[in-house]
């Protein structure tokens, strides 16, 4: 397995489409590994292809504590949303540093298939439903920004050029103490 880079916001791939999976084969088993990988040393509880700069419909997620039930998700569907919309505070591997309100359905019903090839169905709540939504996103080229108002989208866009403004000063400072 191999961590993989992850792609900052405003990358083009973030914005792009991906495609779906056709050949379920052991490049698509390796990529899926090397994101449960790349995911869990972030840390982060989910993970899509494009994030990693492969235009696939691949999610990998895992909302445990201890890293023990990872989800794989190929050519992921929301088919139903249900309930109000619950606020949630939102972050992102893409997005480092970064967390925002936003507003989703409290329960989606998604259709994917697995590994295998194999489909399947799953009913989601709470932590679970955001992620789903958010990684299906991710997908469709759009990032958790991209919900909030122009006002709110551009501020944290702010906000997100300063962290990454304080994360290299960081850096240089560690340079300059270990010449």
């Given at each position: 397995m191999a961590k993989l880079p992850i792609l900052q916001y405003p990358h083009p791939k973030l914005a792009a489409k991906a495609e779906p999976v056709a050949d379920f084969n052991d490049a698509i088993k390796t990529l899926v590994n090397d994101m449960a990988e790349t995911m869990y040393a972030a840390p982060g509880v989910g993970l899509a292809a494009n994030q990693v700069g492969i235009l696939k419909r691949i999610v990998v997620i895992d909302i445990t504590d201890d890293n023990s039930d990872l989800l794989v998700f190929i050519n992921p569907e929301i088919i139903?949303?249900?309930?109000?919309?619950?606020?949630?505070?939102?972050?992102c591997l893409s997005l480092k540093?970064?967390?925002?309100?936003?507003?989703?359905?409290?329960?989606v019903r998604v259709h994917a298939q697995n590994i295998k090839g194999e489909t399947f169905e799953l009913e989601c709540t709470g932590l679970l439903a955001v992620c789903i939504q958010h990684e299906?996103?991710?997908?469709?080229g759009i990032v958790f920004i991209d919900h909030l108002s122009q006002l709110k989208k551009q501020r944290a866009c702010t906000k997100l050029r300063k962290l990454r403004r304080e994360d290299r000063e960081r850096e240089k400072d560690k340079e300059k103490e270990h010449v």
């Amino acid at each position: 397995m191999a961590k993989l880079p992850i792609l900052q916001y405003p990358h083009p791939k973030l914005a792009a489409k991906a495609e779906p999976v056709a050949d379920f084969n052991d490049a698509i088993k390796t990529l899926v590994n090397d994101m449960a990988e790349t995911m869990y040393a972030a840390p982060g509880v989910g993970l899509a292809a494009n994030q990693v700069g492969i235009l696939k419909r691949i999610v990998v997620i895992d909302i445990t504590d201890d890293n023990s039930d990872l989800l794989v998700f190929i050519n992921p569907e929301i088919i139903e949303t249900k309930g109000d919309l619950v606020d949630h505070e939102e972050g992102c591997l893409s997005l480092k540093g970064l967390y925002e309100h936003v507003k989703r359905p409290g329960q989606v019903r998604v259709h994917a298939q697995n590994i295998k090839g194999e489909t399947f169905e799953l009913e989601c709540t709470g932590l679970l439903a955001v992620c789903i939504q958010h990684e299906v996103d991710h997908l469709n080229g759009i990032v958790f920004i991209d919900h909030l108002s122009q006002l709110k989208k551009q501020r944290a866009c702010t906000k997100l050029r300063k962290l990454r403004r304080e994360d290299r000063e960081r850096e240089k400072d560690k340079e300059k103490e270990h010449v």
